[in-house]
């Protein structure tokens, strides 16, 4: 089974969990993204960040996409440097992407759904960036369907969120699981293994 990222705001602690059950890096770990942006982005780089220097942040190391709804956090500490470097790793991630879609596998996304109550800290850094917005769970559960549809095989979501009203729900191909301890890689990482 794939276990793949689709980011959120928890993405770095979804990142890590990953880590430590040993899985490869597709386009949305480590990031920040918004429910738009990935299904935006999905399968297809052109949409995905455009690495100019208009999108650059903080000194060359963070990089947002042009509609304000994605962060690139980790990738850069010289942007100059290391822009054709990371380009060819988002290039790697989107062919393995495309791969685990293609074989028979069945995957398992993963996502920190953000919860619109709480703030993004630090605030002063994030709020002139980065626009949130709510997830829409039909939404998802329309495009995982798709995914399934299209490349013959099961696919499933797991949102992983602190949103009082997510108890523990599934509809069709999504399950929401609700935790205190939405950005806790060892709670996310024990979540995902109820799932496998």
Wanted: aromatic share 12%; glycine share 4%.
């Amino acid at each position: 089974m794939h276990i793949i990222s689709l980011g959120g705001v928890g993405g770095c602690d979804l990142a890590y969990a990953l880590r430590s059950l040993n899985r490869p890096t597709y386009p949305y770990n480590w990031l920040i993204t918004t429910q738009s942006f990935v299904i935006r982005s999905f399968n297809n780089i052109s949409n995905f960040f455009t690495f100019d220097d208009n999108s650059l942040l903080h000194g060359d190391t963070m990089l947002r996409d042009k509609h304000k709804k994605a962060v690139m956090l980790h990738d850069f500490t010289n942007y100059a440097l290391e822009k054709k470097s990371v380009i060819k790793k988002y290039e790697r991630r989107f062919h393995r992407l495309k791969e685990a879609l293609e074989d028979d596998q069945e995957i398992l996304f993963v996502r920190i759904c953000d919860n619109l109550e709480e703030s993004l800290r630090p605030l002063h850094v994030y709020e002139p960036i980065f626009e949130r917005e709510q997830e829409d769970i039909a939404k998802w559960s329309d495009f995982i369907y798709e995914l399934g549809k299209r490349y013959g095989k099961k696919i499933r979501l797991l949102i992983i969120t602190n949103i009082h009203d997510y108890t523990f729900f599934q509809v069709q191909n999504v399950v929401v699981r609700f935790t205190k301890e939405y950005k806790n890689s060892e709670k996310i990482k024990q979540l995902i293994e109820e799932e496998m």
